[in-house]
């Protein structure tokens, strides 16, 4: 199959699937009915071209399998009136809407747990298989079967009606965009494994968004998350050596950024500032902007950083949130202001065990010349993470505070 019938596929699929669970209901069965009328495109138009509506050939066919598998449940009676209300060989009606929100909000149902939903996500409307997903989360393929599985039959169980307008509707929203962030940073730097970065699990994020933001030009917080990943993907190409090992921020090579995606996010997150009313993704967009078009860390704003992120402490409050702040307020204000900003996260049980905290601690030590007590930071933060990448850049770290002789450079900080 070509790649752009492969693309042309991938971009109609969650259309075609979310306008027939719109009208049908039944999730599991309208995806097994879109699967079949992809693989009936896959086989047919490299042979006889790609037909002039191929979103509407797609619907007819997925809804005419969809319309064989509910006469199959002929014992059923409420299926006998879906078969009845669409017979074979009637074309349907394909109304210019894009399910494709629609379907996003039953993927992110909030009867989900988070994996299920990142899982569901990615199989709906990433278009990846089960085996895809499966390697980028590093877990058996079964496992991440029996997790979408029931993840369909949870949606299946509770009923799923399309939220209305107001503040159901902006709730689901926001579930749908703190699962597409997921799956970004999941790709940017995976939790475990040898690699730094899944760049299947980035891509589809920064796809997805960029649809949901085509579908919501005027919404604030979608935009700010499509400029965040763009800015922070940008950086990618120089994050890692040749040999996959960790490049700190002060040590990239920034003419290997790239300065397309810089330049799109950059723009975006300024013309949405001017014109939305603030939120967080906006505030990280910003921050990343920052970082993204200063000519060097030591030339970064960092005072401006440090306020951007005083801004979105009090926005939305979290422990990483701070841990930010206090890297950024050290750069500004010196290593002693950001270490007394880390003390309380000591007792915060959701970063006490976290390798940042303690990677962290370890870079502002090492700024105020703390090597002995760095060293042991980086080696606990070292022991702490699940990345292997992480954890040879952080053992490293330490062992050269152990062998050198005192630095005065900041070379630290978050790659």
Partial sequence: MSTAVEDLLREHAPRVLGLLVRRHG????????????????????????????????????????????????????RREAAVAALQPGDAPAVPDEDDTLT???????????????VALTLRAVGGLTTAQIARAFLVPEATMGQRITRAKLRVRATGF???????????????????????????????????????????????????????????????????????????????????????????QDRALWDAAAIAEGAGLITATMARAPLGPYQLQAAIAALHATAPSTRETDWAQIALLYRVLERLAPSPMVTLNRAIAVAEAAGPRAGLALLEPLAGD????????????????????????????????AARRTLSLPERRYLEGRAARLGTAAPVTDRAGGTP
């Fill in 26 to 77: 039944r999730f599991d069965m309208c995806e097994d009915a879109v699967q079949d009328a992809l693989l009936a495109a896959g086989t047919q138009w490299p042979r006889d071209g790609v037909p002039d509506n191929p979103w509407g050939w797609l619907v007819t066919v997925a809804s005419h399998k969809l319309t064989d598998a509910f006469r199959a449940e002929a014992a059923r009676a």
């Fill in 161 to 251: 009606t399309v939220p209305p307008a107001g503040a159901q509707r902006a709730e689901r929203l926001r579930v749908v965009l703190h699962v597409l962030y997921l799956i970004f940073n999941e790709g940017h730097t995976a939790s475990s494994g040898t690699d730094l970065h899944r760049p299947e699990l980035t891509a589809e994020a920064i796809r997805v968004t960029r649809l949901v933001h085509s579908l919501l030009p005027d919404d604030g917080e979608v935009a700010g998350l499509l400029a965040l990943m763009l800015l922070t993907d940008a950086r990618r190409p120089a994050r890692t050596r040749p040999d996959g090992s960790l490049v700190a921020l002060a040590e």
């Fill in 103 to 117: 379907l996003l909000f039953l993927c992110c149902h909030p009867e989900l747990s988070a994996p299920s939903q």
């Fill in 349 to 380: 049980a959701r970063l006490a065990e976290h390798h940042r905290l303690d990677s962290t601690r370890g870079h502002l030590l090492e700024m105020a010349g703390e090597h002995g007590a760095a060293r042991e930071a980086y080696r606990r």
